[in-house]
């Protein structure tokens, strides 16, 4: 039998807070590792209203061959990243630390980044923490279960 892994052990997951105006419009942890886009689309990660600043889909956190994620961010975006022990405004990012590629500005991003997207009046927080273990789901005592001849109409099958 395996030794149990440590919270400590798991790879970090990715949990975004969409904020749009002054109230939070949705909260996920990315269990899995994959893109994340936001937009207008239903196919994708975050669903928002139309809006200028934001195409249809909008691939924000794109997941790298080596399995680490990298933040895309256009001129018209705004925020605030924290690299390590500082935190860096994206302008400053363009100057330095981002490479540019086609349109789009692009960050490596490690573990312990998190930051404060702005696109229009829709605010994207973003950290990396340890996944929470995995809920089982609910389930009813035997007593409140329904079974196959409880769910039967008595009349109707005498009457058959």
């Known amino acids: 039998m395996p030794p149990a892994t440590k919270p400590a052990d798991l790879p970090k997951i990715l ?10 419009v949705e909260e996920k942890l990315v269990r899995k590792r994959e893109n994340v886009t936001i937009g207008q689309s ?8 139309a809006s200028n600043a934001l195409p249809r889909s909008f691939t924000l956190f794109e997941l790298g061959p080596d399995g680490q994620y990298s933040l895309n961010f256009t001129d018209g975006m705004d925020g605030r990243i924290a690299i390590g022990e500082q ?17 789009l500005w692009h960050l490596q991003l490690s573990d312990k980044s998190r930051g404060k997207i702005i696109i229009g009046d829709v605010t994207v927080l973003f950290q990396f923490v340890t996944p ?21 109409d008595w009349l109707f099958v005498a009457v058959i």
């Open 132 to 152: 929470p273990p995995i809920q089982p789901r609910p389930q009813l005592p035997s007593s409140v279960r329904s079974s196959l001849l409880q769910n039967l």
């Open 15 to 24: 949990r975004i807070g969409v904020r749009q105006g002054d109230r939070i």
């Open 87 to 103: 935190v860096v405004a994206l302008p400053a990012l363009r100057q330095n630390k981002a490479q540019k590629k086609g349109e």
């Open 42 to 49: 239903s196919k994708n990660t975050f669903v928002l209203p």
